[in-house]
């Protein structure tokens, strides 16, 4: 079994920051991607961050972002810990939404690998 925690949300003014995280736990043998998913109420679920392995074990990987949180956000990985974060900066009033963060995770003992999501977490900018 694997689980995936997200942590970190909250309220923040404009222009603040905020950073998230995404805990992966349970009987893991890698971990090939990691994305942040955003929705607002009444938008469609949308893709803000990604990364993703390419094959290979802890080096290497491309990483690509949505173009409205281009030079704001940052997606990084700890390995060690199996954990994600999405660095927010310069936080807007559009980016208020349930951020969800979505493992690609090999289970140990597995042929092949799954996605995993975490239950979501608030993030609230205020104008």
């Known amino acids: 079994q694997v689980q995936i925690v997200e942590s970190g949300g909250g309220l923040v003014q404009s222009g603040g920051s905020l950073r998230l995280s995404c805990a992966a736990s349970?009987?893991?043998?890698?971990?090939?991607?990691w994305e942040w998913y955003r929705q607002a109420p009444g938008k469609e679920r949308e893709l803000v961050a990604a990364?993703?392995?390419?094959?290979?074990?802890?080096?290497?990987?491309?990483?690509t972002y949505t173009d409205s949180v281009k030079g704001r956000f940052t997606l990084s990985r700890d390995n060690a810990k199996n954990t994600a974060y999405l660095q927010m900066n310069s936080l807007k009033s559009e980016d208020t939404a349930v951020y969800y963060c979505?493992?690609?995770?090999?289970?140990?003992?597995?042929?092949?690998?799954?996605?995993?999501w975490g239950q979501g977490t608030q993030v609230t900018v205020s104008s």
């Open positions: 979505k493992a690609g995770v090999v289970p140990s003992g597995a042929g092949g690998g799954y996605d995993y």
């Open positions: 349970g009987t893991i043998f890698s971990i090939y991607a």
């Open positions: 990364f993703n392995s390419g094959g290979t074990a802890n080096t290497g990987g491309s990483t």
